[in-house]
């Protein structure tokens, strides 16, 4: 009963962590701000980021000359792992050119290769397209070019573009509340140059990640499975071949020359 009850806790801790759903928050105005939050009350801000406090202790010549110490420590690290990937990157290329052509069969071709990116890339686009929910809440442009006629071109040209833009991503995204968005595009023939106020939300859960991991993998699997067995196909069809030859009989060729015919004289 006891081992019951840990098997369930342990299910509904994972069940928990599925659910989570994670928000990014993009908002532009004078400054760039991208925040990340869980369940509406853990907040990380990524940007901008906080500004480091000056502490004089860490200037003194015994610390300056500990981090310039640990720098060159760093450097002569940096070097040494460069040098190590160079020289490994020398040794895998030698490797391959002594692999034989049915190890070689093994791996996937490069036409295969780019199939399975393009199969995993239409799967994550449609996939992550379907599972992101976004929630535009401010997007306010103020067209300015600083010259009036340029200024009336651009924003016929924005307006012409918005409203197919809204319809694509209405159509093919899990947008929220589009229709109660502050969207405003407004031109301003004085202006010198382009000002927005943009807040827009992206939000999808870890379940819905690791639906999109499991599928990304399992396209992986299957290409190097096909690979393996159109290597096998081929080792069988040279093997086959090679029995063929060994079954054919020998061919038999006479010692001597054989006598013309018809020229025996008789008596």
């Not at 925040?35 to 907040?43: E, L, M, P, T």
């Not at 420590?73 to 692999?99: D, M, P, S």
């Amino acid at each position: 009963m006891i081992v019951l009850k840990i098997l369930l806790g342990i299910l509904i801790f994972f069940a928990l962590i599925l659910l989570i759903r994670a928000t990014v928050t993009i908002e532009y105005g004078e400054t760039l701000s991208l925040v990340v939050s869980v369940f509406g009350i853990i907040r990380i801000r990524i940007l901008p980021s906080k500004p480091k406090k000056v502490r004089l202790g860490k200037y003194t010549p015994k610390k300056i000359k500990k981090r310039q110490e640990k720098q060159r420590k760093a450097a002569i690290a940096k070097a040494k792992k460069k040098e190590e990937k160079k020289q490994a990157k020398k040794e895998k290329k030698e490797a391959e050119k002594k692999l034989t052509p049915q190890e070689k069969a093994k791996r996937p071709t490069l036409i295969e290769n780019i199939n399975m990116i393009l199969e995993i890339l239409k799967m994550f686009f449609s996939r992550f397209s379907k599972h992101l929910r976004i929630k535009v809440a401010r997007l306010n442009l103020v067209i300015a070019t600083g010259d009036a006629a340029n200024t009336a071109i651009l924003y016929g040209a924005i307006c012409q573009a918005v409203n197919p833009i809204v319809l694509l991503l209405e159509k093919h995204l899990n947008i929220n509340k589009l229709e109660k968005a502050d969207i405003d595009v407004r031109p301003d023939f004085v202006g010198e140059s382009i000002q927005a106020d943009v807040k827009i939300s992206f939000s999808i859960s870890v379940w819905q990640l690791a639906d999109i991991g499991l599928r990304a993998l399992k396209s992986f699997i299957k290409t190097k499975l096909n690979a393996a067995k159109r290597a096998a196909r081929a080792e069988a069809a040279a093997e086959t071949r090679r029995q063929a030859i060994k079954r054919q009989p020998a061919s038999s060729s006479a010692g001597g020359k054989r006598p013309p015919a018809g020229n025996s004289n008789s008596k």
